[in-house]
């Protein structure tokens, strides 16, 4: 199956789980989950193809670390269950990832996810 991204989907939301106004990545890349929250919708079955008939919310439940993305985002949709990874955005001159979220996050225990 081939992965693409979809263009013109660099857009502005109002997080679904926290309200913050998001507005699109500075550098045009495509942003899927809040910075504030981290949270996400299931939009993509691949990044970027918007093409989830799901629509649920996906809650960050983990960080990891890849040598050639640097940070990623594990969410896991409450509605489905799918795991997906996302890049963090934590050079975003604009509006980038809360860190501190991320920190957390990483920090929780196993059964707190």
């Not at 489905?80 to 996302?86: A, D, L, Q």
């Amino acid at each position: 199956m081939r992965r693409f991204t979809v263009q013109g989907t660099n857009t502005g939301f109002t997080c679904g789980h926290c309200g913050t106004e998001v507005p699109p990545l500075a550098n045009g890349s495509v942003r899927n989950h809040c910075p504030a929250c981290l949270w996400s919708l299931h939009l993509d079955v691949f990044p970027g193809d918007r093409a989830a008939d799901c629509g649920g919310p996906m809650r960050p439940v983990a960080v990891e670390h890849s040598p050639k993305k640097g940070w990623m985002i594990v969410h896991r949709c409450e509605r489905c269950g799918h795991t997906g990874r996302n890049k963090a955005a934590l050079d975003d001159p604009n509006f980038p990832d809360d860190y501190d979220v991320i920190v957390r996050l990483s920090s929780r225990p196993e059964d707190d996810r």
